[in-house]
């Protein structure tokens, strides 16, 4: 069955760029789109941005500035970069996938129905 | 944005009992909406999506209900199990189509 795993540092310092990989196994990035999503310690889940496998994105307006997702199918990998982080950026981060619904055009379900574990990153210096 | 407004925030019941989770939206989002179950230490789980309908593999003591602004999220008969934090999720299918989770309610056993 289909696997994420997030990878990347978990110890990011203020001002810097955090840089977080999604691999998927056990089936194909394509015809889907991939999310990330992230938990601050004790409170609630904040949805980062989405990306269909042909790399049309979406972000969420409250951290559009800073972010970047970019995917890689020959790797079946897609990956996050958000920039300037604070300590308000420590969370745990996750991977989760979004399948499609066809109606007029390709959208994403909004459902995530996979997730990975997820990986804690902190911003300290 | 659509801000989803989710109540109780906790919920103490006993096993056997049927529990009622709300969540309001800011805005019409007709079916738009999902409900997860987390478990301390691990990655959400979906357990409704479209409003009512059960994902694949999740018992059916697990419902949900509502269109509109207002949504329901039960368990019919609460075992051990089902101990763990609900959210809902809205997203919005119209561009630039933005996702936003409830705040969350964290359920115990009593």
């Known amino acids: 069955q289909v696997q994420l795993q997030e990878s990347g540092p978990g110890l990011v310092k203020p001002s810097e760029t955090l840089s977080l990989t999604c691999t998927v196994s056990?089936?194909?990035?394509?015809?889907?789109?991939w999310s990330w999503i992230r938990q601050p310690p004790g409170k609630g889940l904040e949805w980062i941005g989405y990306?269909?496998?042909?790399?049309?994105?979406n972000y969420n307006p409250s951290l559009k500035s800073r972010v970047t997702i970019s995917v890689d199918t020959s790797k079946n990998q897609f990956s996050l970069k958000l920039s300037s982080v604070t300590a308000a950026d420590t969370a745990v981060y996750y991977c989760?996938?979004?399948?499609?619904?066809?109606?007029?055009?390709?959208?994403?379900?909004?459902?995530?129905?996979?997730w990975g574990q997820g990986t804690m990153v902190t911003v300290s210096s | 944005d659509i801000q989803m407004t989710q109540s109780p925030s906790s919920l103490s019941a006993s096993v056997g009992d049927r529990v009622t989770i709300t969540c309001q939206a800011s805005?019409?989002?007709?079916?738009?909406l999902n409900w997860y179950q987390q478990k301390p230490g691990k990655a959400p789980k979906l357990l409704i999506y479209?409003?009512?309908n059960l994902e694949t593999g999740v018992p059916s003591r697990f419902s949900g209900s509502g269109s509109g602004t207002d949504f329901t999220f039960t368990i019919s008969s609460l075992q051990p199990e089902d101990i763990a934090t609900y959210y809902c999720?809205?997203?919005?299918?119209?561009?630039?189509?933005?996702?936003?989770f409830g705040q969350g309610t964290r359920l115990e056993i009593k």
């Open positions: 989760a996938r979004v399948p499609i619904v066809v109606v007029t055009a390709i959208i994403p379900s909004g459902a995530f129905d996979i």
């Open positions: 056990g089936g194909s990035i394509s015809s889907y789109y």
């Open positions: 990306i269909y496998y042909s790399g049309s994105t």
């Open positions: 805005q019409d989002i007709s079916n738009y």
């Open positions: 479209d409003a009512s």
């Open positions: 999720q809205q997203y919005d299918n119209l561009p630039p189509g933005g996702i936003t």
